[in-house]
C-alpha cells in the first residue's frame, strides 16, 4: 500500500460547482498534512496547510481526519483558473527532521 | 524574495552522457532537497539536504547520482552516465525548518530526457 493515495482524476466540473478531493495517508505518525497545486509542466506550488481544527481560505476548506487517516480539500464555486492538479503532501518525523511524501495527485478540470 | 531557482530548464542528453543540474535555495533556507518526477507516477524524494549536509539520501535510486552542497548554499545533482529511465522532471525545493509543519518551495524544475 502507497503511502499517500489519491484518486488521480480527472474530475470534471463545470464552473461554480463545489468539488471535494481526498487524500489518505497509511502512516499513523504522520505530523503534518498540506495541500500543493501544479499547473501543468509547472512546480508545485504550496496552496495551503492542514490545520487539526480545519481550516479556510476564500474558496478552499481543508480538513484533516487523523481517526480515518485522510485529508480533504474543498473548492467552492469553482472557476476555470482552478483547473490544475492538486497534490497532497504528509510529513512525518524521521530521525529529528521531517520526511515529506507526496501522493500521485487528483487533476481538476473546470469546464465552462 | 527570490524563489528557489533551478538550471537548466531542460536538458536533452544521449544516454551514457553526464548531466549536472545546478538548484539555488532561497536565501536563508537551510534544508534543500531534490525531487524526480517520472510520468504519470508521484513526485519521488532523492534526498535532503542541511546546510552541507546529507540529511537523508535513502531516495536515490542508484550511484549514478551524486548531489553535492558544498558551503551549504546552491547544490548539484549530477546523474553519470545517464540512462534511459532517468528521463523526467528534477525539483528542487528548500525550506526554513526542518521540525515542525515543514512548509517546502519548489523551483521550477528541470526536465531531463535521456535519448
Known amino acids: 500500500r502507497k503511502e499517500v493515495e489519491q484518486d488521480p482524476g480527472p474530475f470534471n466540473v463545470p464552473e461554480g460547482a463545489t468539488v471535494a478531493f481526498n487524500c489518505t495517508y497509511s502512516?499513523?505518525?504522520?505530523?503534518?498534512f498540506f495541500w500543493y497545486r501544479q499547473d501543468c509542466r509547472k512546480e508545485p506550488k504550496l496552496l495551503m496547510s492542514v490545520y487539526s481544527s480545519g481550516n479556510e481560505d476564500g474558496r478552499f476548506t481543508a480538513q484533516l481526519n487523523r481517526a480515518s487517516q485522510y485529508i480533504s480539500l474543498l473548492i467552492r464555486d469553482s472557476k476555470l483558473s482552478d483547473s490544475a492538479t492538486y497534490l497532497c503532501a504528509v510529513n512525518r518525523d524521521s530521525g529529528g527532521y521531517q520526511k515529506v511524501t507526496f501522493g500521485t495527485g487528483t487533476k481538476l478540470q473546470v469546464i465552462p | 524574495e527570490a524563489g528557489v531557482t533551478q538550471f537548466p530548464s531542460h536538458s536533452v542528453i544521449e544516454k551514457g552522457q553526464t548531466v549536472t543540474l545546478r538548484c539555488d535555495p532561497i536565501?536563508?533556507?537551510?534544508?534543500l532537497y531534490w525531487y524526480r518526477r517520472v510520468m504519470g507516477k508521484e513526485i519521488k524524494f532523492l534526498l535532503h539536504?542541511?546546510?552541507?549536509?546529507?540529511?537523508?539520501e535513502s531516495g536515490m535510486p542508484n550511484n549514478r547520482f551524486l548531489a553535492e552542497r558544498t558551503g551549504g548554499t546552491y547544490s548539484t545533482l549530477k546523474v553519470q552516465p545517464a540512462e534511459l529511465e532517468d528521463s523526467g522532471v528534477y525539483f528542487c525545493a528548500s525550506s526554513r525548518y526542518q521540525t515542525g509543519a515543514v512548509e517546502q518551495y519548489f523551483g521550477p524544475g528541470t526536465r531531463l530526457t535521456v535519448t
Open positions: 539536504f542541511v546546510k552541507e549536509s546529507k540529511q537523508d
Open positions: 502512516n499513523s505518525a504522520s505530523q503534518s
Open positions: 536565501s536563508g533556507h537551510d534544508n
